[in-house]
């Protein structure tokens, strides 16, 4: 089993500020299939980031992602008020499947 | 414009069987992705349940794996789940959605989900 850590629980910002947030795995994992999503309050979750830094379609620059092995992390520079969300990181292992974190808030300070 | 739709039941009883079906359009069902399942309980965080490869091939959560099945169909552009409920009503009530999964494993593109309470 693999087990996904991210911290912190919240982050509170202000507009126009950056924002770290951390993926830990309990084992390593490929870059390839390590995953970010942005879910908005009453939305479906949208995919931001895949394969560790590939930004998916229409996702803003101001969202980038790195990491390797067991640590991951996910930069928002320049937060816009849309950007105040919780945020979700995924991995896909073959021996378990996908497994999601608990995932990050980040608000409105 | 690929779109995926997931209509439920909204409410269904303990013990009962909770079906699904993703209505995919603007792309068909037979080509080289995966279709997946997740599930999200009031409040908490997203729960992957089972993912089926265009040819047919399945994945499922170990953890559900006794109590669910996903099926593909083709021809109507739609896939599908069971879920074989618990008595406890907590334990699948939740939103379900249907995803599309990528050549990466990601959750590409998402319907806009379903609430299924469970409860007599």
């Not at chain 2, 792309?27 to 309980?41: A, D, F, K, L, V």
């Amino acid at each position: 089993e693999i087990v996904l850590t991210q911290s912190p629980d919240t982050l509170s910002l202000s507009p126009g500020g950056s924002a770290t947030l951390s993926c830990r795995a309990s084992q390593g994992v490929s870059s390839s299939y390590l995953t970010w999503y942005q879910q908005r309050l009453g939305q479906a979750p949208r995919l931001l980031i895949y394969g560790a830094y590939r930004r998916a379609a229409g996702v803003p620059d101001r969202f980038s992602g790195s990491g390797s092995g067991t640590d991951f992390t996910l930069t928002i520079s320049r937060l816009e008020p849309e950007d105040f969300a919780m945020y979700y990181c995924q991995v896909y292992v073959i021996s378990a499947g996908f497994t999601f974190g608990p995932g990050t808030k980040v608000d409105i300070k | 414009q690929l779109r995926l739709e997931e209509p439920g039941p909204g409410l269904v009883k303990p013990s009962g069987t909770l079906s699904l079906s993703c209505r995919v359009s603007g792309e068909s069902t037979s080509t080289s992705y995966y279709w997946s399942w997740i599930r999200q309980p009031p409040g908490k965080g997203l729960e992957w349940i089972a993912s089926i490869y265009y040819s047919g091939s399945t994945y499922y959560n170990k953890s559900l794996e006794s109590r669910v099945s996903i099926s593909l169909d083709t021809s109507k552009t739609q896939f599908s789940l069971k879920l074989k409920l618990t008595s406890m009503t907590a334990t699948d009530t939740a939103v379900y959605y249907c995803a599309r999964t990528n050549g990466y494993d990601a959750f590409d593109l998402w319907g806009p989900g379903t609430m299924v309470t469970v409860s007599s």
